[in-house]
Structures are given as structure tokens and as C-alpha cells.
């Protein structure tokens, strides 16, 4: 029996030892990385490399470091874009990934183009979709990222032009003509998310009129997507909802125009010539974008691939 008990109590020992000569200190894992230890200590607090903290120690299980490094080598290779929905945006990260795999893939988070800023200026992705609309200058983009990336060097380039508007059932039953027709006439009107370009456009639109949100039925129902939007009133869900001209095509609604706006590709300074960054923006060019599909409703190229702005 206490043959048994010694052996459990070195097996258990042993496992502890084993553990530990995977834990790495700070000062080893600089060394091992060719950083500081502040620079380590950075790491950490962001969140960015595995950690543990053992009897106020920072310990770095020397397996998942390795596999940290590897994964931000095979990133390296691949492009996370984030910031604005866009069903043409979809189609182009789909095309550049069938034709790159297995040596790079494009992955699109659409979480609205003021998050997709802010993710951008926390290194958070490499490139954003953005069209926000300036409150005070009526310009897109340029104002907004004056503000957020104060400092930071990026390049902005147009992807294309959209037609915004609002969309309704086939034949606009309730006759709307505009955002005062939506209040007057009682529409149950769909939401786009809050932060996201859409819904910075009709914040725009109805100071522009003098308009009170409270005023609109269904202001506070939201939905993530133009394609959602579309769907709400199709299915009878909703009346009438802002978005891109494109969706409706599919599922024969109709389209109300309101602006044509600016919808723009955001890349950060120090990435604009590595190389997947500029096998990327090979992509961004009229004749491929109109081979995606033939029929482009809604949408301009007229300025694709432009640099508009550059710090």
C-alpha cells in the first residue's frame, strides 16, 4: 500500500516536472522571440500571446507559443478584412480565395464600417470596408478616418460606387416616396445596425429633413446586413427598409434611390506593399469585378481602384 502511494505521488510529481519545463519566463521567452522584456510584457497585455499567471508570475507554455508563431506565420500569408456588408465585397474575397488557396485566403468580417475602423486601428485586420457619410461635411470616409486614425499612415482606395435607397414590396403598395412618407403613412420601417454605414446614412438623412427617429415605426429593430433588409420586407416582416439597390434584384422588390455613396477600401500604411496586399488589390479592377457577374445594379466602377487618399 505505501508502495502504491509513493509511486502515485511520483507520478504526480513527475507530471508537475514536465509541465514546468514547458513554462517559459519572461525573460526566456524574449530570448527566444529577440525582444525586450517590456516588448513581452506589451504581448501579454494585449492579450496577443498564451500566458499564465502563477503566484503573480508570468509563466508561457512553450507549446502554445510555438503554435502562436505559427499561426501569425501562416497569417501572415492570409488577409482578414473587416468593416462594411457588401454582397460585391462577398464575391471578390470568395473569387480570391478559390484562386489563392492553399497559399492565401481572404476572410470578411462585415461588422459595420465604424467598427471596422476601429478594429483596423487596434491592428485588429488588415485592410476595411468603409462608407460613412460625414455629418458636418457630407464627404465619405476621408473625415472619419482623419479622426480615428490620427497619426497611423494608411491608403484609401475606391472599391466603387453604390446606389443607397429604400426598399420596398413589388409595386410600393403603401405609394412611399421618401422618409417622410415612412412617418406620415405609419410604414414599419427595418434598421440597419448601429456603427454601421447605412445607419450613419440615415441618421444623416433625417437631420438633413429635421426628422425624429421616434417617430419611425420599427426604428429599434435592427438587422446585420443589406441582403437581411431585403428579406424583412419581402417576407412581409417589414414595409420598408434603407439599403443597397443590388439586393432587390433577386427577390423583385422595388428600389427607391436616394444617393449614390462612396465605398471605399482602407489599408494600413506599413502593409500597402507586402506582397499578399498587392496580389489582393489585383483583384480590384473593373473587368474582373464585371465578369463576377455580368449585371451589376446599383453599383459604379467608374472609379475602382483609384487612390483617393494616401498620408
Not at 202 to 209: A, D, I, P
Request: hydrophobic share 40%; aromatic share 10%; with cysteine.
Amino acid at each position: 500500500m505505501v508502495i502504491l502511494l509513493f509511486l502515485l505521488i511520483f507520478l504526480i510529481l513527475r507530471g508537475i516536472f514536465r509541465i514546468m519545463d514547458k513554462l517559459l519566463t519572461t525573460k526566456e521567452l524574449a530570448g527566444l522571440l529577440r525582444l525586450n522584456e517590456k516588448k513581452v510584457y506589451q504581448l501579454v497585455k494585449e492579450g496577443n500571446i498564451p500566458h499564465v499567471r502563477i503566484a503573480g508570475k508570468w509563466l508561457f507554455p512553450e507549446r502554445h507559443v510555438t503554435r502562436w508563431i505559427d499561426e501569425n506565420v501562416q497569417r501572415e500569408r492570409d488577409i482578414l478584412i473587416v468593416g462594411s456588408n457588401d454582397v460585391l465585397m462577398e464575391r471578390l474575397v470568395l473569387l480570391y480565395s478559390q484562386e489563392n488557396f492553399p497559399g492565401s485566403v481572404a476572410f470578411y468580417s462585415s461588422m459595420g464600417s465604424s467598427r471596422g475602423v476601429h478594429a483596423l486601428s487596434l491592428k485588429k485586420g488588415q485592410v476595411c470596408c468603409t462608407h460613412l457619410l460625414d455629418m458636418e461635411t457630407g464627404e465619405y470616409n476621408l473625415p472619419f478616418l482623419d479622426r480615428v486614425l490620427s497619426g497611423q499612415r494608411y491608403v484609401v482606395v475606391n472599391l466603387w460606387r453604390r446606389k443607397q435607397g429604400l426598399i420596398v414590396k413589388k409595386g410600393n403598395p403603401m405609394g412611399l416616396r421618401g422618409l417622410e412618407d415612412v412617418i406620415e403613412k405609419g410604414a414599419k420601417f427595418i434598421n440597419r445596425n448601429e456603427g454601421s454605414g447605412t445607419r450613419v446614412l440615415l441618421e444623416y438623412f433625417l437631420r438633413e429633413k429635421d426628422l425624429n427617429e421616434k417617430d419611425i415605426a420599427g426604428f429599434n429593430e435592427e438587422v446585420d446586413s443589406h441582403m437581411d433588409v431585403a428579406l424583412k420586407v419581402f417576407f412581409g416582416e417589414a414595409d420598408v427598409g434603407l439599403g443597397i439597390e443590388y439586393v432587390t434584384y433577386p427577390l423583385g422588390l422595388d428600389f427607391l434611390p436616394l444617393k449614390e455613396e462612396m465605398f471605399d477600401l482602407v489599408i494600413p500604411g506599413e502593409l500597402w506593399s507586402t506582397s499578399v496586399i498587392k496580389g489582393f488589390m489585383d483583384y480590384i479592377d473593373p473587368v474582373r469585378i464585371n465578369n463576377l457577374s455580368k449585371n451589376l445594379p446599383g453599383y459604379n466602377l467608374k472609379d475602382t481602384g483609384k487612390i483617393r487618399f494616401e498620408n
